[in-house]
Structure formats: structure tokens, C-alpha cells
């Protein structure tokens, strides 16, 4: 267990804090895992207080399998082809529900495995406008893993993840899972005070996710939803004045830190992480729409700035996409949920809030986009 900051007491206490710290960085990791905290037992086999698990081929595993640095590849969004009437994708007994005025929808009706082409281009147009779906009773769970995977590869090749577990034989599916009786959560929170870590997906890659499908496989009774902000919105939102300052200023995002704390816990690197610069306003290649893209898990520097500057600027950024309740949702999962999010245009965080013991369990696919790039300033 962690010793708590609170303690103050021998300097083996101060240094493991230190130490803890200093590997952080800003990097907030609330859902670490690694094969000794995956307890794999309980899992195929269920316990005395928890069923085994629902969909045990998903369950992760960490191989020492090294990945050489992606190279760049031509992107193509299949949004540029939809009929923006959704012939293909809403059609009669099918119902779409906003979650907010701002942000997300619920909808009901659509088997997204069974969609034809036209209704997955349908898909990626809808998904950006609407900025996150969750669609209810999928099936996606339950089709063999690699029919799941040709599904999602329609937008684009599948980013395999620097450190995180995935299905034997499936590097390409990025696993999120907390074992039943698992009690870190707890822990947790002796040293933190919120679990929440907005961000978008690996934007420390050269060419990060567009459009990002994450299914529920097994879940607690209640808890662990899953926040989202709509960062165009959150560009909209601020004035003409400093939105035309912030055009033209590009940041620097790390994959260091995430890879420094799996390594501190004795999990795996399958790459040799990078940094990358992006701008700080890109441009949705189908809508045209501006939106921020920096977020506090792995955005650090703003290029040109002095590190004092660069922190104001970003810290107000994060504040103002934190604080801003009001373009954001709260999907709540369901057994047969598919979530749905354009990660260029989104920031979302996971909640760590149950505490009970139970199960968590969700599966990523997660295609890789273009190379976020900004358009200019239009007032
Ligand atoms: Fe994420």
C-alpha cells in the first residue's frame, strides 16, 4: 500500500513519495494496471463473493512484445462520404436521445456490426457531430475479437498501446479492467482527492484517434461512468480576442510519463515512447470545426513559450475544459453499450467511484486519424 503523504514520519516514507511524485509528473494515472494486479483466478473462476468473469477471452495480458515507432500513413476520414441525412444509419425504429444540449446522444435501434458501408460512413459523420453516442443493446462484445477489430479498421489502422493489457493474441484491442475484489480504488483515494484525468486518447502519438469505440464487457451495478467534453464547444466559448491568440501556438505532448509509471510498477513498454507537437486549435477534417486539443494527462509545453507562460496558458485551458459542466456528459454504461467518440473533437475522463469490490471491465478499439492540423483564424 502507498504510504499517505500525511504520515511525514522516516525519510523512507519522504523518499518513496518523492519518488512517486517525481515519476508522475503531471501524469495522473487512476486506473493502473499490470499482470500482478490482475487477479486472475477470481476472474476465470469467480470467488466466493464475485462471478467469474463475463467474457474471460477479454481479459488483459501483458507480453514483452516490442513495437517499432509508427510511421506515418495516410489518413482518410469516411465521414467525407455520409449522407448527412443518415439514411443508413437512422432509420425508421431507431431513437436518437441528446444527453445534452452541447454534447452526446443515446440511441437505440441500430446493430452498429450490421451497418453497410454507407451507414459506417453515416457513422463517422454523426459521431463527429454529435461528439459522443452511446449505442445500447451491440452485439460487438460477442462477435469473435477479430470481427470486432475488421469492424472498427473500416476508419482507420488500430493504435496498439504503449503499456496497457490486451487479449492474447489481440494487441490491437486496448483492455480497461479492474479485477473483481480489486481494492485499489481505495487506496486511491487516500492520496488523491478526485480520480478525474481529462484527456483525449494517446495524443502523444504523431497521428492520433478519430473516431473511438469503447464496449462495456462486465461493469459495476452503479459507478464508472465515463465523463465527456466537447472541446469545440470549449473553443467556441472563448472570446475572438484570445481565440485568435491562441492560432498558430502549438504544444508539445508526451507518452513519456505513461510509460515511466508502467515501468515503476514492473509492466511493459511496447514501444519507446515519444513526444509530439500539435497545435493547440486543430481542425475536424469532415465538419471544419475548430476545437482545443490539449489536455493535462499529456500536454506539457506550449513551443516558444518560457515554462512559466506555457504553464499559465495551459493551466487556464485546463481549467476552463474542467470547470465547463455545461458542454460536457455523463454516459452511464449498460450491459451491450458501444460508446462512440471522435477523440479529435473531445476530451473525456474515467470515474473512479465505486469502491464496492466490483467488476470492471471494457474493451477499446481504437483507430488511428490524421495528423491534427490547424486551419486559420475566421473570427
Ligand atoms: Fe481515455
Redesign the pocket.
Known sequence: MAPSLVENGTNNTAEVAYLKDRRQANYKEAFQQAADTTQYETEINGSETAPPAKYPHYLPYWDDVKYPPYEPFEAYDHGRDADPTFPNLIKEGVNVKDLTANIGAEVTGVQLSKLSRAGQDELALFVAQKKVVAFRNQDLADLPIQEALDFAEYYGPSHIHQTSGAPKGFPRVHLVHRSANDTTAKTYFEERTNSITW???VTFELQPPGTTFLYLLDGPTAGGDTLFGNMAVAYQRLSPEFRKRLHGLSAVHSGHEQVQASIARGSIARREPISTIHPIVRTHPVTGEKALFVNPQFTRRIVGYKKEESDFLLKFLYDHIALSADLQARVKWEAGTVVVWDNRVTC???ILDWQDGQRRHLA?LTPRGERPYETPFEG
Open positions: 484527456h483525449s486518447d473525456h475522463s474515467a477499446r
